[in-house]
């Protein structure tokens, strides 16, 4: 099985013979800010050269069956916050979009209570279907951050078709990744979802490559 990350330069022909296309997307003011420290700070690249990067690379987000999307938070003016999306293309072989409590429902949740510790300016959740590049998509997004990992079982107990393979693994692996950046917010929440999907695409391919080899060799066996 062949996964592409779409960010950087690709040619036609490999994009066609992978099976599965992630697309890490970041608002333009975000990228903007993040390239300039990067590339003019730390590379020497120009202005022009780093907008005309961003032009070039932008376009290829249409090409992907999974876009994580990094947005500024809607919460409050606050730059560190962040609003992510997960934005998911419908009917792609192999994949099911994740959905928070009920599959194609239009849903906005806020999950600060009892159950899940949120300091100021909170957490919001959302989910619902739209339409993304022409293409029918699923999008869960998640505006603010987490206090307490421990406690993203509540919010991981109200998602579906998390590909895991027993209760609590997306908080597991938050949890044994805390340090990494972005852990605390939908950033880390969305790739580690991404990374057991991938996991479950993988799984089904090859055992679907496996039985169609299988029943070509019983079928040359029997013409022989």
């Known amino acids: 099985m062949q996964i592409g990350v779409l960010q950087y330069r690709f040619d036609e022909r490999v994009k066609d013979l992978l099976d599965f296309n992630i697309y890490l997307d970041i608002s333009n003011e975000v990228k903007f800010a993040w390239k300039i420290q990067r590339d003019m700070a730390d590379r020497g690249h120009s202005i022009e050269s780093i907008?005309?990067?961003?032009?070039?690379?932008?376009?290829?987000?249409?090409?992907?069956?999974?876009?994580?999307?990094?947005?500024?938070?809607?919460?409050?003016?606050e730059e560190k916050v962040l609003r992510v999306r997960l934005i998911m293309k419908e009917e792609v072989d192999h994949f099911s979009p994740v959905y928070l409590f009920d599959e194609g429902s239009t849903i906005s949740w806020i999950p600060c209570g009892r159950k899940l510790t949120c300091s100021y300016p909170g957490i919001k959740f959302a989910y619902g279907p739209d339409s993304y590049f022409r293409n029918e998509v699923s999008i869960v997004e998640m505006d603010g951050q987490f206090d307490r990992l421990d406690e993203l079982i509540y919010v991981e107990s109200h998602l579906s078709n998390l590909s895991t393979k027993f209760y609590g693994e997306v908080t597991q692996q938050m949890l044994k990744h805390s340090d990494f950046p972005g852990s605390n917010n939908g950033t880390g929440l969305f790739q580690t979802i991404v990374g057991l999907k991938i996991r479950d695409l993988y799984e089904q391919i090859t055992t679907t490559k496996t039985s169609a080899s299988q029943e070509a060799t019983k079928a040359q066996e029997i013409s022989h």
Do not use: F, G
């Open 51 to 77: 907008k005309a990067s961003i032009d070039y690379i932008d376009p290829q987000k249409q090409y992907a069956n999974v876009v994580i999307d990094m947005l500024p938070t809607q919460l409050i003016p």
